[in-house]
C-alpha cells in the first residue's frame, strides 16, 4: 500500500510541476530522497511524463489537428507550403531535434552524473534567475504569429538544456520565448507544443527499461503514477494559460531559488545526499 500511496504523490507532483516553470525532473528527484524512498529513476520520470504530455494532447487536439493537417498537405500540395500552420508543424519538428539528438548521444550521462542534487539545486538556482531575468527585459510584444525559423531554432536548443534535471523543459523555452520578445502566453503555448515529440519519444525509448529493468515500482505502479500525472497535469495546463495572460512569472521564480537554495543547505548539512 505504501508503494501505491508514494506513486500517487509522485504522479500528482509529475502533473502540477512539469507545466509550470519549476522541473518536475527536480521535484521526482529532491521529494523522494527527502522522505527517504529512494531515486526513482529517469526511466519512471520519462514514462510518467507521457502522462502529462497525453493531456497536452487532449488540451491542444484542435491545434495539433489543425497543424498537422497543414503540414501533411504541405508536403505534397506546394500551395500549402507558406501557409501558418504548416510552418508550424516544422518549426516544432526543426526546434525538436536538439533535444532529440542530445538526448540519446548523452543518455548515459542524463541517468547517472547529471542526476546528482549538487546539480539539481544549482540548475533550479540559476534558471531561476534566468526567467527572473527575461521576465524583466523581454518585450512581451511578439504573437506566435510572428514565429520564424530563427526563433524555433533558438527555442529548441532552449529545451535542450532540460536534459539536465533541474533546468525545466517549460521554465528554459519560456526564458527564450521572453528573450525574443514574445508574450507569456504565446512563449507558453509553444513550450507545450515544443515538448511532444520530445517528451512522447522519450517515453517511448525508457519504456523498456521502466517496464522490465531493475526499477523502484513495478509496472502497474509506474502506470497509476502517469495517468494521476495526466489527471493533474491537464487541470494546470488549463489554469498556467489562465494566469500567465495577466501575471508574470515572478512568484516561480522565488521559489526555484528557494528550493535550489533548500536543497544545497541540506545537502550541506548531511540531511540530504546526492
Do not use: C
Amino acid at each position: 500500500m505504501a508503494d501505491w500511496l508514494q506513486v500517487a504523490f509522485l504522479g500528482v507532483l509529475q502533473g502540477l510541476t512539469e507545466f509550470l516553470p519549476i522541473s518536475s525532473s527536480a521535484h521526482l528527484r529532491i521529494f523522494p530522497e527527502l522522505f527517504g524512498w529512494g531515486d526513482p529513476g529517469a526511466a519512471f520520470t520519462a514514462v510518467v511524463q507521457i502522462g502529462t504530455e497525453a493531456a497536452v494532447l487532449l488540451f491542444f487536439r484542435r491545434d495539433i489537428w489543425r497543424i498537422g493537417a497543414a503540414w501533411l498537405r504541405s508536403l505534397v500540395d506546394p500551395r500549402w507550403r507558406g501557409q501558418r500552420d504548416a510552418l508550424m508543424g516544422w518549426y516544432i519538428i526543426v526546434g525538436s531535434l536538439p533535444i532529440v539528438a542530445l538526448g540519446i548521444a548523452f543518455k548515459d550521462v542524463i541517468e547517472t552524473d547529471l542526476r546528482s542534487l549538487w546539480i539539481v539545486g544549482s540548475t533550479l538556482i540559476g534558471l531561476g534567475l534566468v526567467l527572473g531575468l527575461a521576465e524583466r527585459v523581454g518585450a512581451r510584444s511578439r504573437s506566435l504569429d510572428k514565429l520564424g525559423w530563427r526563433s524555433a531554432v533558438l527555442l529548441g536548443l532552449a529545451q535542450a538544456l532540460a536534459l539536465v534535471p533541474g533546468v525545466s523543459r517549460s521554465g528554459a523555452t519560456i526564458s527564450m520565448g521572453l528573450f525574443l520578445g514574445y508574450e507569456r502566453e504565446a512563449a507558453t503555448r509553444f513550450a507545450f507544443l515544443l515538448a511532444i515529440p520530445a517528451v512522447v519519444g522519450a517515453g517511448a525509448f525508457e519504456l523498456k527499461d521502466a517496464v522490465g529493468g531493475d526499477n523502484l515500482y513495478s509496472p502497474l505502479e509506474t502506470l497509476l503514477a502517469t495517468v494521476v500525472a495526466f489527471v493533474v497535469g491537464y487541470a494546470t495546463i488549463a489554469w498556467l494559460l489562465r494566469y500567465v495572460s495577466t501575471r508574470s512569472y515572478a512568484p516561480f521564480v522565488v521559489y526555484r531559488v528557494a528550493l535550489g537554495a533548500g536543497v544545497l543547505v541540506l545537502l550541506g548539512a548531511g540531511v540530504l545526499t546526492a
